[in-house]
Structures are given as structure tokens and as C-alpha cells.
């Protein structure tokens, strides 16, 4: 099925580059100019994805990131900011705000579709009763139950949520702190220690099976989940 797409941009030349780019792969591009125009498209269908630019007038992209989190029917549909060049800090706060990815403007429009493919390839991995399959590993929505070549293994619930993000965003670098507001809840007073200790536990789990490098520290970053099983 075609993918609708949202993008929301006030640059009418980089929105048309990115429409023209998106039919070219057979997405279905939505236009919005601004945060009024996005939430009524929302209103009206709700997108496969978001492509959201940062600098909007108005409404600012944060600030719609933070509201199509916060609304049920949005809540889980990916989104990619579009960024300007060495808005560093910005980047970490879009994802501590809940964007799925980033992409840094200029970008080349192959640049964008691959972002893309990523992100909705993660996202259709989830399936409808957020079961998920990554590698050799599974995740029972349903039963909320971790299964490793298809056996059964123990895993408490903060350890389930935390694979259950690591698997849906897989490959991709994790800060603590973003680990905590997207895993514990965004204004919890957890110490970042606390991320630690549950990878640990995790890590434990899926020792016996000499899967535990799936999770990579990435030094002075975070985590990182691969969904590559490591060669036995
Ligand atoms: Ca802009």
C-alpha cells in the first residue's frame, strides 16, 4: 500500500523538492506550510510518516512533535525532523521530544529516502499488537513475553519496554537520557545510572544465548541496539 506522507515545511521550494522526491518512490505527499496546516491534515488522515521541519512560523516543530506524542491516534506514527546545520543541541532536545530520526538540511533527496525507508521499514516491524521480531529475537505483544529462538525467557516488564524500544529503533545511538524519556516517561526523576542497571539485567537475559552484544555501549554516547545477531 502507498504510504502517505506529511511534510510539514514553510519553504515551498524545499517542500515541492521533497514531494517531487517522495512521488518519484510512489509516496503519497501531503503539503502543510505551517503547524495549522499539519493538524488539519492529521485531522483528516493520519499519516504513514511526518517529515517535520524545525523552523515553522507559529508553531514551532518542537512543539507539534510534542503534541502528536501526546495524541493517541499520533502517538506512534514515526517522524523525522528536518534540521539546519549545527543545531546540535536541538537535534538531542527534537529527540527527547519523541522524533524517531533527524535529517540535517542541505540534505540530497536520496538522503531523505533512504531516512525513510529506515523509518517505516522499523515501523511496520511492529505489528499491530506491538509484537516485534528482531534477529533471533521476539517479542510477544500480546502475552508480553520475550522469546529467543522461539523459547520462552523471563524478563521483567522495565527490561520488556526497554528491548521493546531498543528492537523498534534499531542501529541507532541512545543517549541516557533519551533512553529515559522515551522508556521511563519524559520528567521522571530517575538517575541515569538507573538505564544502566536495566541494561545490564537485559544483557543478563540474553547471555545464555551469547546474544548480549545486541546491545553496544557506545562510549561517551549511550546504547545502541543491533539487530544483527552476533556470529556464534
Ligand atoms: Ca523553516
Known amino acids: 500500500m502507498q504510504a502517505h506522507i506529511l511534510i510539514v515545511e514553510?519553504?515551498?521550494?524545499?517542500?515541492d523538492m521533497i514531494a517531487y522526491a517522495l512521488r518519484t518512490q510512489s509516496y503519497q505527499p501531503i503539503c502543510a506550510q505551517d503547524g495549522k496546516e499539519a493538524l488539519q491534515a492529521?485531522?483528516?488522515r493520519i499519516p504513514d510518516l511526518i517529515l517535520l521541519d524545525w523552523m515553522l512560523p507559529g508553531t514551532t516543530g518542537i512543539e507539534l512533535v510534542r503534541r502528536f506524542r501526546?495524541?493517541?491516534n499520533t502517538r506512534d506514527v514515526p517522524i523525522i525532523m528536518l534540521t539546519a546545520k549545527g543545531e546540535e543541541s536541538d537535534r538531542i532536545t527534537g529527540f527527547d521530544s519523541g522524533a524517531d530520526d533527524?535529517?540535517?538540511?542541505p540534505f540530497s533527496a536520496r538522503e531523505l529516502l533512504a531516512r525513510i525507508k529506515a523509518v517505516?521499514?522499523?515501523s511496520r516491524e511492529t505489528e499491530d499488537d506491538g509484537s516485534i521480531q528482531a534477529g533471533p529475537l521476539r517479542l510477544d505483544g500480546r502475552q508480553q513475553k520475550l522469546l529467543v529462538h522461539g523459547q520462552g525467557v523471563h524478563v521483567g516488564p522495565t527490561e520488556y519496554r526497554l528491548l521493546h524500544f531498543f528492537m523498534s529503533h534499531a542501529g541507532r545511538v541512545y543517549t541516557r537520557n533519551q533512553l529515559l524519556d522515551f522508556v521511563w516517561g519524559g520528567g521522571s526523576d530517575i538517575e541515569d545510572r538507573t538505564v544502566d542497571v536495566h541494561v545490564r539485567r537485559l544483557r543478563k537475559v540474553l547471555e545464555p544465548f551469547r546474544l548480549e552484544s545486541m546491545i553496544e555501549t557506545v562510549r561517551g554516547s549511550g546504547y545502541r541496539f543491533t539487530d544483527a545477531a552476533p556470529k556464534a
Do not use: F, M, N, T
Open 10 to 15: 514553510d519553504e515551498p521550494a524545499i517542500r
Open 102 to 105: 533527524y535529517v540535517v538540511k
Open 70 to 72: 501526546k495524541e493517541a
Open 120 to 122: 517505516l521499514r522499523r
Open 42 to 44: 492529521v485531522a483528516e
